[in-house]
């Protein structure tokens, strides 16, 4: 007691103190609440936001049981479960075709009690639209039942009551049947649409909801039938009942109020639950990096307000105080500011989720949860913005602990000579750090591991260096213009301040490097690996057999893009030979030898071997004038044109043709047809395995059919197209529309380049943008004195513009070296032995895509437009304050 008594007598008067510092340097304190509560709110937005949008089993119990106390999923052929409290985490079934799928009254006599049970049963079929037909998800289910209240929510019109009945969602009333008017389904049965609805789980869904057994469900494909149970609790012992005879149970009870783990059966405990390692850690490790992150750029803020205090902290060690009592002072100012900027960013950051919760709804395909506060999260990062605070003080309450007593006190200011230590452990460091990342890209699979643990110490490393990069620009700097030689020379002389700022640019910009380059590989690596079947903006229709209505199809499409060029392609039918009894295996070989040459070839949309005369499939793959016509001539002489990724010594090929029962894949015949050939280089599209003409398909008795129309010279929106899927897809189901758009990156990646960027120029600009400032006004008497000497306004500018750009180009610089090397390195065990090798030999190994746009925006534009902002928002006038302060 008389210790812990102690321990508060002590602190409380420099509480006191550091409570009153703040509110009299409210700028100084706003600089620093600001950098310390921006990362706490950011981080409790996002644990808002993500435990919103993350539904739980208990949460998710009003969407998939309704009202209802349990849910009982039968499946024909499904004899037993073995299954968790909750059924999507764990479970495992037993299967036998013969086994037929239980009935309700099985259900009930499994439950041993007479309670309501509501069936539930989905599928899928087509419906006609105004442009033809589209897929949607049915239902049957009796909304008036009790038991369905919450699954789905009424928006207009009213629920089906009779079997002709049906509600809809707004995205299939949006093609076509709404409200009073008729639902045409593939099968040719009709339905009145009466109301629309939406579903409590999926956001912009297409479905429908019928009546039981209005819409025929139970009798075609579905995907089995479920029961809404009532009439009480549905206990553990009640699953395991209905688990014996092949139902999976969700129950309200059990999912709410879960028995202990050893209730589950045997093979279900020794099945693991615990989180991936590896994802743990490289989670740990973004924490500590976050965390140093705020260190670095909360630490100019402490160490401006301990120089404020050095002269307080002098008068104390000369009056006999300890060193310990000196970094009292300091860390009692990291305290004070550090809980209030924790509070106010979780206060923030709590109205902030809120805020943002609608637009990140709309990027998401299920409904969010009710709005949830992470209390324990939140917790958890209040501490984190608190330990920042007091992190970031460390360094300059230490340095404050041991400065010239003498020296303060006569007015002389300037951190103490730097130590060689310092360097020599940040050169081991960054030694070690390279030496993990360069062993994470040779060792392949499993070292992104490795590599981001190489990065910490890396960047601690640098940290350690940045005050002799600062130190050397100050010795380098003399021929440099005024007001960057005193910046430099500025910068170098108060360390304190100048190094964690410098630390925290690079610090950012290297993470930003660093994925950057290795995301903008991978999609390098993507990029080269596509095939496209056609030139860009090109279009094919393929029907899929030998019996297409191509009349009809060239009619859609005329309909649909009037005045488009389209060209009919016919190839050798491997469908179904005539009678349908057989189909056709081809293969094309060069020379005598048993390799196909074409080893890129994925699957032309054109067919295996197409059957031209004059050589306009290679003009529609978009082959170059020569290479058309040299093929022309081969064709019109009777010999084959083939197609190869790599060099073939041959002038001549081998077509193998054989025949296969349809029903039993028995050979039945083979041919081999050796013919003069001409093989053509791959030019990056996908081809046909071989043309050949007309005269060899009659000479050898092959059956010819159109195989594809290509529609060219029309520009196809993806409205158009979808338009013209929905008419093909009315009279056939097998019929597909194409158009080639080239490579097209997946919108997720240009959202994380953009998060990047956005996130990366933030903390750049406010992080040099707040050393700068605190810079300046520890640097007040400097700058008067400048002026009282006759330095024009615009000098005073001009040197608060060159602190902005000798501390963002030096972070900028030492951060993108530094985030290069991860970086470059991911790209090893990232591309590195891929499938893209495998489609082409010739493809590279290893691929690597420097994002200069964001480097350079990173490295040259930021610290120029911080330079910029600097020089424009600066006094140029400052009062004349006395030297000795």
């Known amino acids: 007691m008389n210790r812990a008594m102690t321990f508060l007598h002590g602190w409380a008067p420099v509480l006191r103190m550091a409570r009153r510092d703040a509110l009299r340097h409210k700028g100084r304190s706003a600089l620093v609440l600001v950098l310390i509560a921006l990362p706490v709110l950011a981080v409790t937005t996002a644990a808002v936001v993500y435990s919103t949008f993350s539904v739980n089993s208990v949460e998710a119990l009003d969407r998939e049981l309704g009202a209802a106390d349990a849910l009982v999923s039968v499946r024909p052929g499904q004899t037993r479960v073995l299954q968790g409290f909750d059924p999507d985490d764990l479970g495992r079934s037993e299967y036998d075709e013969t086994y037929p799928e239980p009935t309700a009254a099985a259900i009930r006599q499994a439950l041993g009690r007479e309670v309501p049970l509501a069936p539930l049963v989905h599928g899928d079929a087509q419906f006609v639209t105004e442009a033809g037909v589209a897929d949607v998800s049915l239902t049957e289910l009796d909304l008036h039942d009790p038991l369905a209240e919450g699954m789905f929510e009424l928006t207009s019109g009213r629920l089906p009551r009779s079997a002709g009945e049906i509600v809809v969602s707004s995205e299939v009333a949006s093609r076509g049947p709404d409200v009073g008017s008729t639902l045409e389904l593939g099968e040719g049965a009709t339905y009145d649409v009466v109301g629309i609805v939406e579903s409590t789980t999926l956001r912009e869904a297409d479905l429908a909801v019928g009546m039981p057994g209005a819409l025929g469900l139970a009798e075609g494909d579905h995907y089995g039938t479920d029961y809404l149970v009532g009439g009480g609790p549905v206990s553990w012992d009640d699953v395991r009942a209905v688990n014996e005879i092949g139902g999976l149970v969700a129950s309200r009870s059990v999912l709410t109020d879960p028995p202990p783990r050893s209730e589950l059966p045997p093979e279900i405990q020794q099945q693991p639950t615990g989180r991936d390692g590896a994802t743990v850690a490289v989670v740990g490790l973004i924490v500590v990096m976050v965390l140093l992150e705020v260190v670095l750029l909360a630490g100019p803020a402490f160490a401006v307000s301990a120089r404020r205090q050095s002269r307080t902290i002098a008068l104390i060690a000369a009056s006999g105080g300890t060193p310990a009592q000196a970094q009292r002072l300091v860390l009692a100012g990291a305290l004070v500011l550090g809980v209030a900027a924790s509070v106010t960013g979780v206060v923030l950051g709590i109205v902030s989720g809120f805020a943002v919760l609608p637009a990140v709804q709309s990027f998401s395909s299920t409904w969010f949860g009710p709005f949830e506060v992470p209390w324990l999260w939140l917790v958890g990062d209040a501490a984190f913005g608190l330990a920042s605070a007091v992190l970031a003080a460390g360094a300059p309450a230490w340095i404050a602990s041991r400065q010239d007593v003498v020296a303060v006190l006569a007015g002389r200011r300037g951190d103490r000579a730097p130590s060689m230590r310092s360097p020599i452990l940040g050169v081991v460091l960054v030694a070690v750090g390279t030496a993990a990342v360069l062993f994470g890209a040779t060792n392949g699979s499993g070292g992104e591991l490795a590599i981001a643990f190489g990065v910490l110490p ?195 090929a081998r077509l193998e043709l054989t025949e296969f029962e349809a029903d039993t894949g028995d050979e039945v015949d083979s041919t081999s047809i050796s013919l003069p050939a001409l093989w053509v280089p791959i030019d990056g599209v996908r081809v046909p395995q071989a043309v050949i003409p007309s005269s060899v398909a009659e000479e050898h ?42 490579y097209v990156a997946d919108d997720g990646w240009f959202i994380v380049m953009l998060i990047l960027g956005c996130l990366g120029g933030v903390l750049v600009l406010g992080g040099t943008l707040t050393a700068t400032f605190l810079a300046l006004s520890d640097a007040r008497p400097d700058l008067a004195t400048l002026s009282a000497v006759g330095a024009a306004p615009r000098t005073g500018r001009g040197v608060a513009s060159a602190y902005a750009l000798v501390i963002g180009v030096t972070g900028a610089v030492l951060g993108a070296v530094l985030g290069f090397l991860p970086g470059i390195a991911i790209t090893y065990p990232l591309t590195s032995d891929t499938w893209t090798q495998q489609i082409d030999p010739d493809l590279p190994s290893h691929y690597l895509d420097v994002p200069w746009v964001l480097v350079l925006g990173l490295v040259v534009g930021l610290p120029l437009l911080t330079a910029a902002v600097v020089g424009l928002t600066a006094r140029s006038r400052l009062p004349l304050v006395a030297r000795l302060d």
């Open 458 to 652: 890396a960047v601690l490393g640098m940290i350690l260096l940045v005050p002799l990069v600062v130190a050397g620009l100050a010795r380098a700097g003399g021929s440099l213009p005024l007001v960057l030689r005193y910046a430099v020379r500025d910068a170098a002389r108060h360390r304190t301040r100048t190094v964690p700022a410098v630390a925290a640019v690079a610090a950012t910009v290297a993470g930003v490097v660093a994925f950057g380059v290795g995301g903008s590989s991978d999609q390098a690596e993507q990029e080269a690996g596509y095939q496209p079947g056609f030139p860009e903006g090109m279009a094919v229709l393929t029907d899929g057999g030998p019996t297409a209505d191509w009349t009809a199809n060239r009619a859609a499409v005329g309909a649909a893009l009037p005045g488009a060029r389209v060209q009919e392609i016919h190839g050798v039918n491997e469908w179904g030979m005539p009678d349908a009894a057989s189909y056709l295996a081809v293969g094309v070989y060069a020379g005598r030898s048993d390799q196909t040459p074409g080893g890129v070839w994925t699957g032309s949309m054109l067919g295996s071997v197409v059957v031209d005369d004059d050589a306009t499939s290679l003009a529609v793959l978009g082959f170059a004038d020569p290479v058309v016509e040299e093929a022309r001539r081969t064709l019109e002489a009777g010999g084959i044109v083939g197609f190869a990724d790599r060099t073939v010594d041959a002038d001549e």
């Open 701 to 742: 008795g092959l059956d010819v059919v159109t195989t594809a129309l290509v529609v060219s010279g029309a520009e196809i929106d993806e409205a158009t197209e979808q338009d013209l899927v929905e008419a093909l897809a009315a009279r056939t189901m097998v019929a597909q529309f194409s158009v080639e758009r080239g």
